[in-house]
């Protein structure tokens, strides 16, 4: 049985961002737990395509819905800086350019750029990608069924 520090289940844009940051602690043994083919599938379509990642104007202004105080808490009253992204802690210092409109897409106008940079850094991180892998239960002290094999973690992720 592979024993890991954290199983995330589900290789989604979610998941790989969790795995991302998690991956920055080097004593963690990671495992992203993917059902599909192909992990960061829908990310690689994000932006038309392109891989709209963000907004150099962003500010409270731009949200007409929902609980306004909690957005001025997230990107401050006076709007998110490109330097506070949380994308740049998930992408590092990946080359981007913006439209008339300053919207922020990775410099190649790719969206699976996006997938490839994370899979890659994710790869350098030793974290596992466990592809075509479905889990069918999680019981008691994160075991996780996948077929015939079984996996354990300290903790489980549902992305």
Do not use: H
């Amino acid at each position: 049985m592979e024993r890991y520090d954290v199983a995330i289940v589900g290789g989604g844009a979610s998941g790989l961002a969790c795995a991302a940051v998690l991956s920055e602690q080097p004593s963690l043994k990671i495992a992203v737990i993917e059902a599909g083919a192909r992990a960061g599938k829908k990310l690689a379509a994000t932006g038309n395509g392109q891989g709209n990642i963000g907004n150099m104007n962003m500010s409270r202004s731009c949200y007409r819905s929902g609980d306004l105080s909690l957005v001025g808490k997230i990107i401050g009253e006076e709007g998110a800086k490109p330097a506070d992204w949380a994308c740049r802690r998930i992408f590092g210092e990946m080359l981007y350019r913006t439209d008339g409109s300053g919207r922020i897409y990775p410099f190649s106008m790719q969206a699976s750029s996006l997938t490839d940079i994370l899979l890659r850094k994710l790869g350098r991180r030793g974290v596992d990608i466990l592809l075509e892998t479905r889990v069918s239960d999680i019981s008691e002290g994160f075991v996780l069924s996948c077929g015939a094999r079984q996996s354990s973690a300290r903790y489980a992720v549902l992305a």
